[in-house]
């Protein structure tokens, strides 16, 4: 059975940094293309990074970029998130999903994910 279970989410203060981590189980995790995505409320989630299968290559969303560090570690299965200078505008619950999609381009794509977690929520308060 194909798990992600976010954690790490809690409210903070702007410029506060955030570590959110991604535990996986029931799939070969070195194989898949792990992103991870945020929705507030009333909007569409969105993109914010991915990692490619052995680490070597990150995305993320202009948004985040300098800011956001997505990093994983195969041999505990976990993708991380590492948010510095968090501002009021990344709260959001954030979800991790796994894609096995070969196309690197198509990363930042939300329906090239097969597997999603539940999400954690973020809030950043001034």
């Known amino acids: 059975q194909v798990q992600l279970v976010e954690s790490g989410g809690r409210s903070v203060q702007a410029g506060d940094s955030l570590k959110l981590s991604c535990a996986t189980s029931?799939?070969?995790?070195?194989?898949?293309?792990i992103g991870w995505f945020r929705q507030a409320p009333g909007k569409e989630r969105e993109f914010v990074a991915a990692?490619?299968?052995?680490?070597?290559?990150?995305l993320y969303a202009d948004s985040v970029k300098g800011r956001f560090t997505i990093f994983r570690d195969n041999a505990k299965k976990t993708v991380y998130l590492q948010m510095n200078s968090l501002k009021p505008e990344d709260t959001a619950v954030y979800y991790c999903a796994a894609s096995y999609e070969a196309n690197w381009a198509s990363m930042h794509i939300r329906r090239v994910y097969a597997h999603w977690g539940q999400g954690t929520q973020v809030f950043v308060s001034l």
């Open positions: 029931g799939f070969t995790f070195s194989r898949y293309v």
């Open positions: 990692v490619s299968w052995g680490g070597d290559k990150t």
